[in-house]
T-cell receptor, first 115, second 113 residues
Framework: AQSVAQPEDQVNVAEGNPLTVKCTYS??????LFWYVQYPNRGLQFLLK??????LVKGSYGFEAEFNKSQTSFHLKKPSALVSDSALYFC?????????????FGKGTTLSVSS | DTEVTQTPKHLVMGMTNKKSLKCEQH?????MYWYKQKAKKPPELMFV???????INESVPSRFSPECPNSSLLNLHLHALQPEDSALYLC????????????FGPGTRLTVT
């Protein structure tokens, strides 16, 4: 069975400090991994994805993620956090069933950036 | 244009009502999805349409009935809902191929009274 785990319910960082939101995965075969962000009362916004190639993936709003096959991890990072980055973050892996591209989401991590 | 639109934004309905949620995208995407999301929880997949055909139904109760009239539109018909069905209903679309990201609409906040 495929799954993703986000071990932290909440991450707190000070503005200007680097941030990391953790994600580990369990899949058979090559993983297709995604990060999404959700602001209050909004839909999910796509940040970045790893399909193949370079292990360091750069995405929207200055975010990046590092794919680590040996540790089965895909942690989201940003060098300098902004208060406006405060939101709910979801890691997801592509569901390999059938012909669809459905996603399996982690439970989510709330990021709180203080000024 | 990477926008997925959903109407209405908010919906309050009684348990005997019939209502519909609407989703629209004009990105040429061939896969469309309905998700249900409770507060501070991940989205739960309900239905997937691929090339206008239902490809995944995650054992959703029959009081939820999806419809895909054409490649740009996706509806979710609601009938005889329960209070526990109150949630944010999200629509998404994607190119349908492996590795393509999904684009989400803003959702419809549904309250069942």
């Amino acid at each position: 069975a495929q799954s993703v785990a986000q071990p932290e319910d909440q991450v707190n960082v000070a503005e200007g400090n680097p941030l990391t939101v953790k994600c580990t995965y369990s899949v058979s075969g090559n993983p297709y991994l995604f990060w999404y962000v959700q602001y209050p009362n909004r839909g999910l916004q796509f940040l970045l994805k790893y399909i193949t190639g370079d292990n360091l993936v750069k995405g929207s709003y200055g975010f990046e993620a590092e794919f680590n096959k040996s540790q089965t991890s895909f942690h989201l990072k940003k060098p300098s956090a902004l208060v406006s980055d405060s939101a709910l973050y979801f890691c997801a892996v592509r569901d390999m069933r059938q012909a669809g591209t459905a996603l399996i989401f982690g439970k989510g991590t709330t990021l709180s950036v203080s000024s | 244009d990477t926008e997925v639109t959903q109407t209405p934004k908010h919906l309050v309905m009684g348990m005997t009502n019939k209502k519909s949620l609407k989703c629209e995208q004009h990105m040429g995407h061939r896969a469309m999805y309905w998700y249900k999301q409770k507060a501070k929880k991940p989205p739960e997949l309900m239905f997937v349409y691929s090339y206008e055909k239902l490809s995944i139904n995650e054992s959703v109760p029959s009081r939820f009935s999806p419809e895909c009239p054409n490649s740009s539109l996706l509806n979710l018909h609601l009938h005889a809902l329960q209070p526990e069905d109150s949630a944010l209903y999200l629509c998404a679309s994607s190119s349908g191929g492996a590795g393509y990201e999904q684009y989400f609409g803003p959702g419809t906040r549904l309250t069942v009274t």
